[in-house]
């Protein structure tokens, strides 16, 4: 099966930093998706993004899907974007999550 | 906004007892799944179901796991004996349309938390 790998593993920065994380395949996929789980453990849809660039307020991500990668861009950011960011993506009928990259926001 | 809703929230179970988890998907979602995390892990794929049978399934999802859509709306996960190591929580998800090749956008919901003693 594939292969997700996200980058960084955790990441601590200040209030109002910009950040960039990265997803990584092994092989295409057919579709990506980004999410973030918040404190409490839910799993929040951020972007569904097999190809190209979408952007909702201060995120934004960027899949590039022939060269097997995605990246979520995070500005200014807050203390509510704490917590873990996945990426998963997919082949037949099973979507394999990454091991997430830990964020923490400092006040 | 439609949502996938899970109950219970958190279930306390003695070891050897069976299990079994709740899922109401987006109506007219076709498409459904089972993840599960244990803490502090990624989340990882246990099975999926289309059409009244499973369409895959990892080799987490062995013969003590089952799953079931008994009416038009619920979908479940039942875990026969449970074992502590299947303390965890258990994520269910539904999409709209098939993947190999068409979009397909998965919505979760909340989790339900097992703790098994």
């Known amino acids: 099966g594939i292969q997700v790998e996200q980058s960084p593993p955790d990441l601590i920065l200040q209030e109002g930093a910009n950040s960039t994380l990265r997803c990584n395949f092994s092989?295409?996929?057919?579709?990506l998706q980004w999410f973030h789980q918040n404190p409490w453990g839910q799993l929040i849809n951020l972007f569904y993004i097999p190809s190209g660039t979408k952007q909702n307020g201060r995120l934004s991500a960027t899949t590039v899907a022939t060269e097997r990668y995605s990246l979520l861009y995070i500005s200014s950011s807050q203390t509510t974007d704490s917590g873990v960011y996945f990426c998963?993506?997919?082949?037949?009928?099973?979507?394999?999550f990454g091991k997430g990259t830990r964020l923490h926001i400092l006040p | 906004e439609p949502e996938v809703t899970q109950t219970p929230s958190h279930q306390v179970t003695q070891m050897g007892q069976e299990v079994i988890l709740r899922c109401v998907p987006i109506?007219?979602?076709?498409?459904f799944y089972w993840y599960r995390q244990i803490l502090g892990q990624k989340v990882e794929f246990l099975v999926s179901f289309y059409n009244n049978e499973i369409s895959e399934k990892s080799e987490i999802f062995d013969d003590q796991f089952s799953v079931e859509r008994p009416d038009g709306s619920n979908f479940t996960l039942k875990i026969r004996s449970t074992k502590l190591e299947d303390s965890a929580m258990y994520f269910c998800?539904?999409?709209?349309?098939?993947?190999?090749?068409?979009?397909?956008?998965?919505?979760f919901g909340e989790g339900s938390r097992l703790t098994v003693l």
């Open positions: 998800a539904s999409s709209e349309f098939r993947s190999l090749g068409t979009a397909r956008e998965l919505f």
């Open positions: 998963a993506g997919d082949r037949d009928d099973k979507i394999i």
């Open positions: 109506s007219n979602h076709l498409y």
């Open positions: 092989d295409s996929v057919n579709n």
